[in-house]
């Protein structure tokens, strides 16, 4: 039985299907308050095509061939929350950002030091799409690829 849902599109969801869920919270409601779909192409919100698009534009400059280690680096989705009391009431603030790095670990510090947020910051990361794992892929071929991978998954 599905109990948990993401946050940004609203659907059903097990707890292993979903990033940010925060095992330490005291109700059910903050435990989820943060959470979202581990897959990118699983989410239908607004927030995934955007990182989708994002994902594209950080992608446009990519054209060459795939020689240097920068472009064989995977691309990670980092999202970014920070915590802040603001009239007794406890209100987070999230950022997304995109990154190329060999690690979670690397791609979670290169977020954090490209962020603007200041204060102490926590954060996930989850790879962008597997198929790009194995290198760059041509800007042109990204589009089609991405409505390709939605359409099995829907099925």
Excluded: F
Excluded at 13 to 21: I, K, P, Y
Excluded at 87 to 99: A, C, D, L, Y
């Amino acid at each position: 039985m599905k109990h948990a849902k993401c946050s940004q599109c609203g659907q059903a969801r097990e707890d292993q299907e979903l990033n940010g869920v925060d095992p330490l919270a005291d109700s059910a409601e903050e435990k989820y308050q943060h959470a979202y779909c581990r897959h990118i192409a699983d989410c239908n919100s607004a927030e995934a095509e955007e990182q989708i698009s994002d994902l594209a534009d950080d992608l446009a400059g990519e054209t060459a061939p795939c020689k240097t280690s920068q472009n064989t680096r995977p691309i990670w989705v980092v999202r970014l929350h920070r915590d802040r009391k603001i009239n007794g009431k406890r209100q987070t603030e999230s950022e997304t950002k995109i990154v190329r790095a060999s690690t979670k670990q690397k791609a979670l510090i290169t977020a954090k030091n490209n962020c603007y947020m200041g204060g102490k910051i926590y954060g996930t990361a989850r790879l962008a799409h597997p198929t790009l794992d194995l290198g760059c892929i041509h800007i042109s071929k990204l589009e089609s690829h991405w409505e390709q991978m939605r359409n099995q998954i829907r099925k």
